[in-house]
Antibody, heavy 119, light 108 residues
Framework: EVQLVESGGGLVQPGGSLRLSCAASGFTFSSYWMSWVRQAPGKGLEWVANIKQDGSEKYYVDSVKGRFTISRDNAKNSLYLQMNSLRAEDTAVYYC????????????WGQGTLVTVSS | SYVLTQPPSVSVAPGKTARITCGGNNIGSKSVHWYQQKPGQAPVLVIYYDSDRPSGIPERFSGSNSGNTATLTISRVEAGDEADYYCQVWDSSSDLVVFGGGTKLTVL
């Protein structure tokens, strides 16, 4: 059974930092692209970033470029998102999601972790 | 950057057919995936690669994609289909994943 357990969310002040983690199990983690997707309260889905199977390619939505860094540890079946210079508009539930290929779909969703940026 | 446009809302009577569109420049050349999200729940994949249906998704759900519009069609709509629906593609020009803004389906 595929399991995706996101953690590391919480309340942080504007300008602060957080590191999200995602523990994956039930599939061959090293064979999948991995993405972070977020959803602000009452808003739609927004793709944030993804990383290739071996970590050699990383892509970001413009709004987080230069502030967020995606990384992975295939030995630990784990995905990370380092978030710096956080803004109120980064407040959202963050999901980590596997994709077999870049043009592919997200068929497994965890419960996500809530990040709240507020003073 | 690539933009996907969905109508904010669609309303349909029970038993009728709902069609939710997703517009994008030459979207017919891309692979489109659709998600259903009910309040308080994570999204669920309902259509992948334009028209394929995951196991467990009713045959009432179907998809098509041509030209500048992809369409999610829900036949014989039930009250339980009331949810937000999102389309998603990968844009090879920018190497980015894109979601549509979402459509709230209301069953009258």
């Amino acid at each position: 059974e595929v399991q995706l357990v996101e953690s590391g969310g919480g309340l942080v002040q504007p300008g602060g930092s957080l590191r999200l983690s995602c523990a994956a199990s039930g599939f061959t983690f090293s064979s999948y692209w991995m993405s972070w997707v977020r959803q602000a309260p009452g808003k739609g889905l927004e793709w944030v970033a993804n990383i290739k199977q071996d970590g050699s390619e990383k892509y970001y939505v413009d709004s987080v470029k230069g502030r967020f860094t995606i990384s992975r540890d295939n030995a630990k079946n784990s995905l990370y998102l380092q978030m710096n210079s956080l803004r109120a508009e980064d407040t959202a539930v963050y999901y980590c999601l596997p994709q077999l290929e870049r043009r592919g779909y997200f068929d497994y969703w965890g419960q996500g972790t809530l990040v709240t940026v507020s003073s | 950057s690539y933009v996907l446009t969905q109508p904010p809302s669609v309303s349909v009577a029970p038993g009728k057919t709902a069609r939710i569109t997703c517009g994008g420049n030459n979207i017919g050349s891309k692979s489109v995936h659709w998600y259903q999200q009910k309040p308080g729940q994570a999204p669920v994949l309902v259509i992948y690669y334009d028209s394929d249906r995951p196991s467990g998704i009713p045959e009432r759900f179907s998809g098509s994609n041509s030209g500048n519009t992809a369409t999610l069609t829900i036949s014989r709509v039930e009250a339980g289909d009331e949810a937000d629906y999102y389309c998603q593609v990968w844009d090879s020009s920018s190497d980015l994943v894109v979601f549509g803004g979402g459509t709230k389906l209301t069953v009258l």
